[in-house]
Every structure is written in C-alpha cells, then in structure tokens.
T-cell receptor, first 109, second 113 residues
C-alpha cells in the first residue's frame, strides 16, 4: 500500500529552527510537495522537490532523498504565524497526490 | 499560478437535504478538478476527479450517487452532497493542478444537523 508518515505534532520556540520529517512509500514517484494549512483553511503551497537535494525559499527549505524515501521541511526564524499544520504529499506513478496526515506545529513565545 | 474560488465557505443543513458546492477556476482552464474531504486532524482524502464534459472518476468507497459531480465547463465544477447525514459533516476542498502545483479553493465547512 501507499503510505506517508510524518510526526503528528511538534513544538518549537519563536525565533528558533524546526525540521519536520516525512517518509514515504508509494507506487512510483513524481514529486514531493509541502503545504501549509491553517486551521479551517485550505492548504497553501510551500515547496516542490522532484530531484534529490535542498530547495531553499526564504525562511523555508525542503530536502529530498529519493533513495531513502525521505524529505524534510526546515523552517528558520520561526514566527508565531508559522503555527499551522504542515502537509507532506507525494505524486505517485498515476500523478495522484498521496497525502500525509500533517504535522501540527505549535510555536511558543 | 491558478486562482480557485470555492463557494460557500460554510454551510449548515438539515439531515436529508442536499447541498451544492461550487468550485471555479478563475484564471485557468481546468479540464480536471479534484475534490477532497478532510475530517478533523486527518489527512486530505481524494474523493473524485472531475473531468470536463465527461463523468467523474470516483475513488474506492465514495458513493457516486451520493456525491454528484458536474463539470460542465472548463472553469466550473460542482459537488452536490445528496440526502446529507451528520456523518457527511466535513471540510470539502477542490483543487486544480497547473504546472505540477496543486491550487486549492478556500474549502467548504459542511455541518449536517
């Protein structure tokens, strides 16, 4: 079966750095996405990785290792507004998005 | 990117009634739109793929007669929850894909009482 695992919840301090991990087992791979979702709202796009390595975009970076079926989202200089759920999603061989359950990130002052 | 507008954002309906949710792609012609459902603290679950001018493709376990999908134009897809029951209460989200990225509507919070 297809499976995406990420921690259920993480807590970090304002101004600090946090890394959210995602491991996946899917039938084929056509890219990995990270989305941010605030409570009661639709997800918003953060990053896309299809090749191994690190993609940096401002305070957010995303890393992919296809051989390990592993990705992480790195958030730097955390702000209170970063409190949200972070969803990892993989496009499988049918180009269908398979979603992780999301990691709820709590930022404390 | 693509701008996706979903309406209504919230709806409360009585058990047994039907509710229609609209999803519009405002600046992108979408031959395909996706409908997701998300229960509290759960992942997004794909319900069906809406295809312009043809029948929708439903995921296993999703009742096509209960969740009617119409994709009559390249900019509009509708999801109708028929004979709604309290267990249908959920967050429904539509999306379109443009250049590998998925763009989402604002979501519809459906509460069936």
């Amino acid at each position: 079966g297809q499976n995406i695992d990420q921690p259920t919840e993480m807590t970090a301090t304002e101004g600090a750095i946090v890394q959210i991990n995602c491991t996946y087992q899917t039938s084929g791979f056509n890219g990995l996405f990270w989305y941010q979702q605030h409570a009661g709202e639709a997800p918003t796009f953060l990053s896309y990785n299809v090749l191994d390595g690190l993609e940096e975009k401002g305070r957010f970076s995303s890393f992919l290792s296809r051989s390990k079926g592993y990705s992480y989202l790195l958030l730097k200089e955390l702000q209170m507004k970063d409190s949200a759920s972070y969803l990892c999603a993989v496009k499988d061989s049918n180009y269908q998005l398979i979603w992780g359950a999301g990691t709820k990130l709590i930022i404390k002052p | 990117g693509a701008v996706v507008s979903q309406h209504p954002s919230r709806v409360i309906c009585k058990s047994g009634t039907s509710v229609k949710i609209e999803c519009r792609s405002l600046d992108f012609q979408a031959t395909t739109m996706f409908w997701y459902r998300q229960f509290p603290k759960k992942s997004l679950m794909l319900m069906a793929t809406s295809n312009e001018g043809s029948k929708a493709t439903y995921e296993q376990g999703v009742e096509k007669d209960k969740f009617l999908i119409n994709h009559a134009s390249l900019t509009l897809s509708t999801l109708t929850v028929t004979s709604a029951h309290p267990e249908d209460s959920s967050f429904y989200i539509c999306s379109v894909t443009a250049n590998t990225e998925a763009f989402f509507g604002q979501g519809t919070r459906l509460t069936v009482v």
